[in-house]
């Protein structure tokens, strides 16, 4: 069995490839894959070249771990999820490719217990689903919902949006007026507009190597910072974070119950993805998808289609 795979042959360099595929082994299910996100924060770094080491990192690498698509095969005992819409967080089927994390491909061997049923009313915004566990995550099973967020691509609308279904009103920072769109009972401004400077609790999703100095500076005694980014090194200066007793939090990957909490919200109509996908790409056009999402400000979230390989 084949599948034509975005593949990173080594930094700035993707092509599409015909891949032999693992063969299913009795607990794996087959995907067909009808839409893949490009992630602007690890498949940056690993486009990039500048993914910090990182387990199983190396190339050339199937990225991606935002796909939905249909369940076309299954073994006997899971025959019943033949037909299903599913979310794939990634998979590892690509033999000497390595899956990193492995979702980026037109059919995918996945083992049954990483495929999510989804309702089809989402389609293509099933693809989100990622990053809403991953804003979920940061914000949701903690008392403190952000007052103050920083950035207002995918995952700073998405926190926000959390939120505000959470009764907070946060304030957004970003600094392109063209990603000043799309705010539903929260401020967007730029930072040089807001003079609060006692905010409790920051949230970072500018994935900003050299913000930590600026959010401290913003903080109230005893505030916390979390970070809901990926970064490749960070720094900040002691003695005012010492002064104010900053806290620091960083919020890892989602997990299972955050994927089921956003899911059922999503479908409930209570959290709204729309206005976040902004671009389309064939896999033909993948080379060019990428630059796109990494380099072309008005791109929130780059959707690669499959529907019609």
Not at 228 to 239: K, W
Request: proline fraction near 6%.
């Amino acid at each position: 069995m084949e599948s034509q795979a975005v593949v990173i042959r080594e930094p700035k360099r993707i092509e599409l490839a015909s891949l032999r595929l693992n063969d299913p082994g009795d607990s794996d299910l087959v995907v067909e894959v009808a839409y893949s996100g490009i992630s602007t924060g690890t498949e940056r770094l690993f486009w990039s070249g500048d993914m910090p080491p990182f387990p199983g990192m190396g190339y050339p690498l199937v990225p991606g771990y935002e796909s939905v698509g249909r369940v076309v095969e299954a073994p006997l005992s899971k025959r019943q999820r033949i037909g299903e819409f599913v979310f794939v967080p990634g998979s590892n089927c690509f033999g000497e490719v390595r899956g990193l994390f492995g979702a980026t491909a037109s059919r995918l061997v996945v083992p049954e217990s990483r495929v999510t049923k989804i309702a089809e009313s989402l389609g293509e915004r099933g693809a989100l689903l990622a990053l809403a566990a991953t804003a979920y995550h940061a914000s949701a099973n903690h008392a403190a919902q952000p007052d103050l967020i920083v950035g207002h691509g995918v995952v700073g609308r998405l926190l926000a949006r959390i939120a505000v279904i959470a009764g907070a009103t946060p304030t957004v920072w970003e600094t392109n007026p063209a990603r000043h769109n799309g705010a539903d009972g929260y401020r967007v401004c730029k930072p040089d507009e807001d003079t609060r400077r006692d905010y409790k609790t920051i949230y970072d999703a500018s994935g900003d190597s050299s913000i930590l100095d600026t959010l401290v500076a913003r903080l109230a005694p005893g505030g916390e910072i979390v970070l809901a980014g990926f970064y490749a090194n960070l720094q900040f200066a002691f003695a005012p974070a010492f002064m104010r007793e900053a806290r620091l939090r960083i919020a890892a990957q989602w997990q299972p119950a955050d994927l089921a909490a956003v899911k059922n919200l999503a479908e409930a109509g209570v959290l709204n993805l729309d206005g976040l996908i902004t671009h389309h790409a064939s896999p033909h056009e993948a080379d060019g998808a990428y630059k796109t999402a990494f380099e072309n400000s008005t791109c929130l979230k780059m959707i690669i289609d499959w529907s019609s390989t």
